[in-house]
C-alpha cells in the first residue's frame, strides 16, 4: 500500500539543521556589539547622571559655605572626608548606589583605620593655588579644591578659582592596583588585588602611565569604553576621552589648577 506524499511527515535534513543553526549564530555574532555598546551606553548614560549629582551637591554647599568642601581634614576625633560634607545635599553615603558607577569593577569600601575610601569616584585634590603643600603625583600638585595643610586639605574659597567652567571637580576616580595584602590589612577585604579608585582624580605621574601598573591602565580603558565622566567646578558634567582627559597640553593642565595655569614646571 502506498503512502500518499500529501500525508508525509516533513522534517529538516542534517544539511538544512546546520544551516540554521550557522545562521543563527552569524546573526548573534553580528547582535552582540551591538548589545555591548548598548550596555556601555546606558553605564555611561547612569554614571553621569551619578557624577551630575554629586557635582550640583557640590555647588550647593559651596553656595551655603563659600568654599569648596576640603578632600579630607581631622576634625580632632576622625577623619571627614568630602562626600560626609554632601551628604546633607545629596541623602547619600559612600556605599549608596549614588556613589557606585555601574562600570566600576574595584572594591567599594568606607574609609577605615587612616586609609582613604576605595569606590567608583575621585575628587580633584591637587593643583596649584595653596600656600605650602607636597608635591604628589595625582596632578600637577598643592591644592585644587582644597590647599594641603597639616591636618588635611584646607577649604579653597570659592572665589579663588578663576574659571569654574574650565575647572575639573570630581569624576570617574584614577585608578590603582589595590593589592590582597593591603586590601586585608588596610580594608579588611578579603579578595583578589583590583584596580580601585582611592577618591582622587588627577595626572597620574609618567612612572604610572608608562610601565607602573597594567592593570590598572587596563580596567581604566575598559570603563565605558575608555571614557570618564568628569563634573567641572559651576556643576557642568563632560564625557571626555581618557587621552584627551590626561593629556599633558597647556591648554589640559589649566582645567586642573584653581588659578587656571598650567604649572608644567610641577608635573612628574
Known amino acids: 500500500m502506498k503512502t500518499n506524499p ?23 555574532g553580528m547582535l ?4 555591548v555598546r548598548a550596555k556601555a551606553m546606558g553605564q555611561l548614560a547612569r554614571c553621569k547622571s551619578n557624577v551630575k549629582q554629586i557635582g550640583l551637591a ?55 583605620n587612616g586609609y582613604f575610601a576605595l569606590g567608583s569616584y575621585g575628587y580633584n585634590r ?15 600638585t598643592l591644592g585644587l579644591v582644597g590647599a594641603f595643610l597639616a591636618p588635611g586639605f584646607a577649604p579653597l574659597p570659592e572665589v579663588v578659582v578663576k574659571v569654574p567652567s574650565d ?6 576616580a584614577t585608578l590603582s592596583k589595590i593589592s590582597e595584602s593591603d586590601l586585608k590589612s588596610g580594608w579588611k577585604v578579603n579578595g583578589p ?7 582622587w582624580i588627577g595626572i597620574p605621574p609618567k612612572i604610572f602611565t608608562e610601565a607602573y601598573d597594567r592593570m590598572a ?9 575608555n571614557i570618564s565622566n568628569i563634573a567641572f567646578c559651576d556643576g557642568h558634567v563632560e564625557s571626555i576621552k581618557q587621552e584627551k582627559l590626561y593629556e599633558r597640553t597647556d ?18
Open 167 to 172: 575647572m575639573i571637580a570630581l569624576g570617574d
Open 126 to 140: 591637587f593643583g596649584s593655588g595653596g600656600p605650602g603643600g607636597p608635591k604628589l603625583g595625582g596632578g600637577p
Open 217 to 225: 591602565i587596563q580596567a581604566a580603558r575598559e570603563r565605558h569604553r
Open 58 to 112: 557640590m555647588n550647593m554647599y559651596v553656595q551655603d559655605q563659600g568654599y569648596f568642601p576640603p578632600h579630607e581634614w581631622y576634625d580632632g576625633k576622625d577623619w571627614v572626608y568630602y562626600f560626609h560634607r554632601l551628604q546633607p545635599y545629596t541623602s547619600s553615603r559612600w556605599t549608596d548606589p549614588l556613589y557606585r558607577c555601574p562600570a566600576y569593577k574595584g572594591y567599594t569600601v568606607n574609609p577605615t
Open 193 to 199: 588585588p583590583a584596580a580601585c579608585g582611592t577618591m
Open 32 to 35: 552582540l556589539p551591538t548589545l
Open 251 to 268: 591648554d589640559n593642565l589649566r582645567r586642573w589648577n584653581n588659578d587656571h595655569e598650567p604649572h608644567r614646571n610641577l608635573l612628574q
Open 6 to 28: 500529501a500525508h508525509r511527515k516533513s522534517a529538516f535534513t542534517l544539511i538544512e539543521l546546520l544551516v540554521v543553526i550557522a545562521i543563527i549564530a552569524v546573526l548573534a
